[in-house]
């Protein structure tokens, strides 16, 4: 809502409050007003001027050759290219030395050999906005009307000395959406008394029910209907006070009768149509729910198929007009129109809103009938729009009442108690404070010892419950003047959960071995959702996506890193390490909440280690990646049930993949990105890993416990092995395990060959094996005993011989 | 005899001081005092002596001995140490050039964020809880005071997957539920942190994704006041002590009264520039008096028990607090921007 200072000023004395001033305490105690704009800053200089001659530019086509009286006794050439500038005009006039809107300076100039001393302006010039300006204006220069006096100021003329307070409306304050709910507001907050205006139209001894008859079918969608009848409208331009505010409210002026009902939706809140009797074709205005499939061509000349969930004025058979949206092309108000049919109407937000959206047009009118527009003022309103017919278009209002009235206007009574308010607030307020307040708000109250009772006026109808009248109090008391309390009562121990505390120890593992955290979206394409995902299930998908990119909640999170890495590498970063924490979603059945799993993934691009000087660069590898879920995994103490086997999965490499296995039970994958897939995303060699972080963290871990520091020393046999070149060491490592008993402590591999030295088809692993007996320092015997279990066990079930 | 000794004692003192290193030294040890050695063969025609000069030959040979070796050893100490300075300044390094890196990664900008938040209302008694991103409408809505057809559900145009179930437009769900765990019994004290969803093209300034992070209190004697002291703890910590706070009237369905809380600009120390849009203060959140509907529909005795609720983006505030101008950053994850927040603050 646009609302002019100048004209705020006809209901309320704002004497030593400026605009600036208006803003902030309109902001700290009602609404917040999101900016105060000067109409006329960065202007000056500009005067009303007379055009006395007029004629074409002696050596160009385009252009006239004016001479303009500047009422201060000064006359002047001006050459104008506006075609629309003639003789006798009264004009703006840009004088030299005026500064217009981005700082353009008007100088003395001479065009094609003739001087210039000044500009003639259009409203465009001027600061206003080319769709606001009267469309006889929208191109060329404007002309005032022939009674303004010259040598003034044209900015004053245009009303422009004005500012502007752009409220930012909440949608409970369908109040505010007028200027008299916003003089009220002030009022309340200034602590001051407005007034209000008061029509009291003349009629004529014509009676309107001779004229027209109102039916209402739709009664839910519209309790009531008031119609009035002007004759004798002259219908033109409206006075220059009436257009600028308009414009400065962002309406365009069209014509009188037209920019009466736009001007009383300003000041009222309350929505009036304008039909031209005579279009209408009967005596009769009939509201109903429209049929299905019934057509209205509406102003905007667009033909507009309705539905029975949309609200139509008819007259009788056909409809003028979709109700409290907009009007019908086939009883427009035009210039040649005499006779108004005036409505001013209550409709209820329902079919409205269903109507604006069907059709996409929100109007001034619609998104006031959606947030609900005061039933005590559809009469005011009508009396009004048809007092300035009479004044400003020398109508006839014609007498009696026409109206189809079934509503039960009911203010709301709410009470609350001194102590309740009190309590919720935190204050310490007296009822005569209280009182007060309800007074500034014109609200009506009771007060019965301790418990106050408010009638609320129609026009606020966000205030139902004692919570709502509680917040009035607060606002108007100021939130600068709460007191700063922290909550009293029991006190609770703030802490993270076990699972929130490990994920930020998974976390700062990832980091801390290299990796930054991204975070992707959730949402991705059909194509990207099905990919890496460990467990294929039915994606999630969106009732009505904005894009196939973005129509599937996510399996996996590998893609979104991929893409990561697709990202940085393009952009020059030669190498990417990235991880993630989130979930993926999988899909129950229709009517529960899909499974939400949080995984951890990770992906790896280009040199993991690099130390140029020393000639070292090192380009990521499984291994890179797998000590990375070992590390992670073993700070979790989870290392005894962690293992991994050679997998096959689609996008990844067939021989450098894994499955993750805790437990037995794969909860992930690792390895490096299929080469068909690297070079689709134009990556070099790429590793990644995913898992169920939910596995991971709510595995069962054993408690923590000490275990004493060897007191006897430990013995380490090295055992190099030939072997097929297919055998996992994995695999050798578990035949050394269980074979090597309770003595066997640590099995690890320590070299591995496949060089030419080797027979064909196979290789070379070395191990280590270290034996230690916590009770006793072993004697050769207790090791030879052991280690030729293992070998023998290595021998048998692996085919292992010791190498020569 | 003796002229002899003397004479191969002058001769291997000259060797001794000529000596280059330690394996001339020692080859001149082995020569003189070897076995086979000139000294020992002079010895050997000591049988020729009388019983008198035996003895004395014997001490004078071994005076030889001792001064050759004595000299020998201080020879060897000498080259030794000539050794280790050679050595040492053999290995000489350039202590300017760069180190090895160690490697590390870093946190989102946005998981700064939120667990600096987490831990201040933590310290505060707060516990953390969580909830899902794909959320009834009963939980999104409905038990928010929205029920279907509210136009305030305009405000927030949704993802939804079937008639019921959706993304969910706020982590306010998520106090829902927990306050219907609770079983209408206080204290509530929670932060929920979490992803949420709005139908929106993105751009500069809007996500269809982004953080919310939101905190609830609900016990008996819930004031709007404590709601205002924990909001000025709450900024002072987050922004820094100097930073005063504004509450101003707003409207949200689940809240009443409902504020908005502003902080006064950093940039400009409240006298307008434009990051502040000349008004002096920042909009962080908003807050309010949980609504009575909100409070009975989970269960709780709204006669009884009050509460307050309060959210806000960490993607504003990391926009605000580190200067960012893009939304979409957040979610390009360029390690270029990423990198920039591996400082600890
Ligand atoms: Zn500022």
Redesign the pocket.
Do not use: N, R
């Given at each position: 809502m646009l609302v002019s200072y100048k004209w705020l000023q006809d209901y309320i004395d704002l004497s030593g409050v400026s605009a600036e001033e208006l803003a902030e305490k309109i902001t700290k105690s009602g609404i917040e007003v999101e900016g105060v704009e000067k109409l006329n800053e960065g202007m000056s200089g500009i005067m009303v001027g007379h055009v006395l001659e007029c004629e074409k530019h002696p050596n160009a086509e385009k252009l006239n050759k004016t001479l303009v009286d500047l009422g201060n006794g000064e006359t002047v050439q001006i050459i104008c290219g506006a075609a629309n500038v003639g003789k006798g005009q009264k004009v703006a006039v840009a004088t030299v030395g005026a500064v217009l809107p981005g700082n353009f300076k008007i100088k003395k100039a001479k065009l094609r050999g003739e001087e210039s001393h000044g500009m003639i302006c259009s409203l465009q010039e001027l600061g206003i906005e080319g769709k606001l300006a009267p469309k006889e204006y929208a191109e060329g220069i404007y002309n005032f009307t022939p009674d303004t006096e010259i040598g003034q100021d044209a900015l004053v003329a245009l009303n422009r000395d004005d500012e502007i307070l752009e409220l930012g409306l909440t949608p409970n304050r369908a109040d505010a959406m007028s200027m008299l709910g916003v003089a009220y507001e002030v009022g309340a907050i200034l602590g001051k008394d407005i007034k209000l205006p008061n029509p009291q139209p003349e009629t004529s001894s014509e009676q309107a029910n001779d004229y027209i008859n109102v039916t209402v079918e739709a009664k839910e969608d519209n309790p009531l209907y008031v119609a009035k009848v002007i004759k004798n409208v002259k219908v033109g331009p409206s006075p220059v006070w009436l257009q600028t505010r308009l414009m400065a409210a962002g309406i365009r002026p069209h014509n009188n009768v037209v920019d009466i009902t736009n001007y009383i939706l300003l000041e009222y809140g309350q929505p009036l149509h304008a039909f031209d009797y005579d279009k209408l074709g009967s005596k009769e205005i009939l509201v109903r729910r429209a049929k299905d499939g019934e057509v209205i061509e509406t102003l905007d000349d667009a033909k507009r198929t309705l539905s029975s969930e949309h609200l139509v004025i008819t007259n009788g058979t056909e409809p003028v007009a979709l109700a409290g949206v907009m009007g019908g092309a086939n009883s427009e108000v035009g210039s040649d129109t005499t006779t108004v049919l005036l409505e001013s109407a209550y409709f209820t937000g329902g079919a409205i809103r269903k109507a604006s959206k069907d059709h996409g047009l929100r109007s001034e009118a619609s998104s006031r009938y959606e947030k609900g527009v005061d039933p005590e003022r559809v009469r005011p309103a009508a009396e009004r729009a048809a007092e300035l017919m009479i004044q400003l278009a020398g109508g006839e209002l014609l007498g009696g009442v026409v109206e189809a009235d079934s509503l039960e206007v009911k203010p709301a009574v709410v009470s609350t108690t001194l102590e309740k308010i009190n309590k919720v607030l935190g204050t310490d307020l007296e009822m005569k404070q209280v009182e007060d307040i309800f007074a500034r708000l014109k609200f009506e109250t009771s007060v019965d010892n301790n418990t106050i009772t408010v009638t609320v006026p129609t026009r606020r109808g966000d205030i139902t419950i004692e919570e709502d009248l509680i917040e009035e109090v607060g606002r108007l008391f100021g939130y600068d003047n709460l007191p700063t309390t922290l909550p009293i009562g029991a006190s609770t121990p703030g802490h993270l959960s076990e699972y929130q505390k490990k994920r930020r120890v998974v976390r700062r593992f990832m980091e801390g071995a290299g990796l930054y955290q991204a975070v992707t979206y959730s949402l991705t394409s059909a194509e990207k959702a099905a990919q890496y995902a460990l467990d294929q299930r039915e994606p999630v998908e969106l009732a009505m996506p904005m894009s196939e990119d973005r129509s599937i909640l996510r399996l996996s999170i590998v893609p979104q890193l991929l893409e990561v890495l697709k990202y940085n590498i393009a952009r020059q970063n030669d190498s990417a390490a990235v991880y993630e924490t989130g979930a993926v979603f999988l899909k129950n059945s229709n009517d529960d909440l899909p499974e939400e799993r949080e995984h951890l993934a990770a992906a790896v691009t280009g040199l993991w280690e690099s130390h140029p000087w020393q000639g070292e660069k090192k380009p990521v590898d499984f291994f890179v990646l797998k000590g990375i879920v070992e590390g992670l995994v073993a700070k979790l103490g989870l290392d005894n049930q962690l293992g991994f086997q050679k997998a096959v999965m689609e996008g990844m490499h067939p021989g450098r993949t894994a499955e993750i296995l805790l437990n037995g039970n794969v909860i992930g994958f690792i390895g490096q990105v299929h080469p068909t897939m690297q070079k689709a995303l134009d990556l070099k060699e790429t590793y990644v890993f995913e898992l169920s972080l939910k596995a991971l963290l709510e595995a069962e871990t054993a408690p923590l416990q000490y275990t004493a520091i060897p007191r006897f020393p430990s013995i380490t046999r090295d055992i190099a092995l030939v072997v097929e070149k297919e055998a996992a060491a994995g695999d050798l490592k578990k035949v050394i395990t269980e074979a090597g008993g309770t003595l066997l402590k640590e099995v690890q591999v320590f070299d591995l060959y496949e060089g030419e030295k080797m027979e064909q088809g196979k290789k070379s692993l070395a191990f280590s094996l270290k034996y230690f007996d916590p009770e006793k320092t072993l004697t050769d015997e207790d090791i030879a005993k052991a280690h030729t279990k293992v070998l023998k066990a290595l021998e048998e079930q692996a085919g292992a011989v010791l190498r020569g | 005899m003796q002229d002899r000794l003397k004479e191969l004692q002058a001769e291997a003192l000259e060797k001794v001081a000529a000596a280059a290193d330690l394996k001339e030294l020692n080859d001149i040890r082995v020569s003189y005092l070897g076995k086979k050695g000139p000294i020992t063969e002079v010895l050997k025609g000591m049988g020729k002596l009388s019983a008198e000069e035996r003895p004395m030959m014997g001490a004078l040979a071994n005076e030889v001995r001792d001064a050759i070796s004595g000299q020998i050893e201080v020879k060897q100490q000498e080259l030794e140490e000539a050794a280790v300075q050679k050595q040492l300044a053999a290995e000489q390094i350039d202590v300017t050039l760069p180190g090895r890196p160690v490697k590390t990664g870093s946190h989102h900008p946005l998981t700064s964020i939120i667990e600096e938040i987490e831990d201040l209302f933590i310290g505060m008694g707060y516990t953390v809880e969580e909830g899902p991103e794909v959320e009834k409408d009963y939980y999104n809505f409905e038990a928010l005071n929205l029920p279907k057809g509210h136009p305030a559900r305009d405000m927030q145009d949704s993802f939804y997957i079937t008639e019921e179930i959706l993304m969910r437009t706020h982590t306010s769900p998520v106090q829902a539920r927990t306050m219907e765990k609770h079983q209408g019994k206080g204290p509530v004290r929670i932060i929920c942190p979490g992803k949420v969803y709005r139908r929106d093209n993105d751009d500069a300034t809007h996500s269809h994704q982004f953080m919310q992070i939101e905190g609830l209190v609900v016990d008996e004697n819930v004031r709007m006041s404590d709601l205002k002291g924990t909001l000025q703890v709450f900024a002072k910590k987050m922004f820094g002590e100097d930073r005063e706070i504004r509450l101003r009237p707003s409207f949200f369905p689940f809240t009443e009264p409902s504020v908005e809380m502003d902080i006064s600009?950093k940039?400009?120390g409240?006298?307008?520039?434009?990051?502040?849009k000349g008004t002096?203060w920042?909009e962080i959140l908003g807050a309010g008096m949980v609504h009575p509907n909100v409070l009975e529909m989970a269960g709780y005795d709204s006669k009884k028990y009050t509460g307050f609720a309060f959210g806000m983006g960490p993607e504003r505030i990391a926009m605000l607090k580190y200067g960012v101008d893009d939304i979409r950053h957040f979610y390009t994850n360029d390690v270029r921007f990423l990198k920039q927040f591996s400082v600890e603050e």
């Open positions: - | 600009c940039i400009c409240g006298s307008g520039c434009s990051v502040c002096g920042i």
